[in-house]
């Protein structure tokens, strides 16, 4: 085993550890929640030792880095998260790579999916490409807000995803705001997800925690933690 296998196999194993500990909090079987590994930033090589590690998900933030990482990797088999924010423009570009785009956060975004979907459904056996709303769990009208539709804006936006033919509304996106508990946060994120499941009782993906507070994703429901710096080490400031 490399110094870096060995590294990220022991930091992998405190993760799924804390993931099983939180899990047996919530009364939840382990195998509720699927980890997704951030790898932004880092190697392909990374990337596959993580796959021999039995990691099946990876998320990255940006385009190209995620569409050569993904060429790289391509023997592995992993299912590869789009997390990054979405320019209407490389939408459609998204889904060569993506299986699932977790960053649906404006209506404008879902008919340029919808098309790219449509040209690469072969590549997905013929299946819809799955879609999370991103919502925002920031106070309303704070300024420097980020991503994500206001709670307000999620069954508009909902609607018009379930209403495609190539993209499935799987369920749900948040990121827990900096100046917020993030329990607090992820208890609004719930009542959210009531309202969606009400509508549409199939979109019952939750993705929600990172490195530091993936337990409190968990305790509310969360079926997919997105964690990086806790697998791979810190990343670069300000990514
Ligand atoms: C980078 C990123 C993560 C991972 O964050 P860590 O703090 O490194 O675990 C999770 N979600 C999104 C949307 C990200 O951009």
Redesign the pocket.
């Known amino acids: 085993m490399s110094g870096r296998e060995a590294e990220l196999a022991e930091r992998l194993a405190v993760v799924r550890g804390r993931i099983a500990d939180a899990c047996a909090l919530a009364g939840r079987a382990p195998g509720e929640v699927t980890l ?1 590994v ?1 790898t ?1 930033f880092f190697p392909a090589s990374d990337v596959r030792v993580l796959a021999g590690l039995g990691v099946t998900d990876v ?1 990255e ?1 940006r385009h190209q880095e995620a569409e050569a990482k993904a060429a790289d990797c391509a023997s592995e088999g992993l299912r590869w998260h789009m ?2 924010g979405l320019q209407s423009n490389k939408a459609a570009a998204v889904t060569r790579w993506a299986h699932v785009v ?2 649906v956060d404006r209506a404008k975004l879902v008919g340029r999916l919808d098309g790219g979907a449509a040209e690469h459904a072969a590549d997905r056996g013929g299946a819809p490409l799955e879609c999370l709303v ?1 919502v925002s769990l920031d106070a309303p009208g704070a300024g420097s807000a980020r991503a994500g539709v206001e709670p307000g804006g999620l069954a508009g936006l909902a609607a018009r995803v379930a209403d495609t033919e190539h993209l499935r509304l799987a369920g749900l ?1 948040a ?1 827990a705001p900096t100046d917020v508990e993030p329990a607090r946060a992820f208890e609004e994120l719930a009542r959210v997800r009531e309202t969606l499941l009400a509508e549409h009782p199939d979109a019952r993906v939750l ?1 929600a925690g ?3 507070d ?1 337990e409190e994703a968990i305790a509310v429901g969360a079926t997919h933690v ?7 080490g810190e ?1 670069p400031p300000n ?1």
């Open positions: 997704v951030v932004k998320g933030n997390l990054g977790e960053s991103q996106m990121v993705s990172m490195s530091g993936l997105r964690v990086g710096r806790a697998v791979l990343r990514q």
